[in-house]
């Protein structure tokens, strides 16, 4: 069971990234999904989930709403996080994760399978 993260790099202040997480060895349909982000010198911190429910739901932490989506494809191989509006406070290394759950949750400690995370640095 392996996850990735890809699509981080360097985009100006106010510009759009959309990461994505596949995995391998299992598909994502029954998982809920969050990406988590580390700034230099600080704790990681949740910042968007979607359910593994029909539904998918999604949750975002106050600070990315209205700027960041989180999404899954037809086929529920990979999940999406569309960034929009980007902010030098949101550099940061990307990581995804997963866990069987119901609903979804920005608590890092809940989360089963982890990949490597992607570097994303907004900057001018």
């Known amino acids: 069971v392996q996850l990735q993260a890809s699509g981080g790099g360097l985009v100006q202040p106010g510009g759009s990234l959309r990461l994505s997480c596949a995995a391998s060895?299992?598909?994502?349909?029954?998982?809920?999904i969050g990406w988590f982000r580390q700034a230099p010198g600080k704790e990681r911190e949740g910042v968007s989930c979607?359910?593994?429910?029909?539904?998918?739901?999604?949750y975002n932490v106050d600070s990315v709403k209205g700027r960041f989506t989180v999404s899954r494809d037809n086929a529920k191989t990979t999940v999406y996080l569309q960034m929009n509006s980007l902010k030098p406070e949101d550099t940061a290394v990307y990581s995804c994760?997963?866990?069987?759950?119901?609903?979804?949750?920005?608590?890092?400690?809940?989360?089963?399978?982890w990949g490597h995370g992607t570097l994303v640095t907004v900057s001018s």
């Open positions: 060895g299992f598909s994502l349909d029954s998982y809920a």
């Open positions: 994760a997963a866990v069987q759950l119901s609903g979804c949750s920005l608590n890092a400690w809940r989360y089963t399978y």
């Open positions: 979607i359910s593994s429910r029909s539904d998918g739901r999604t």
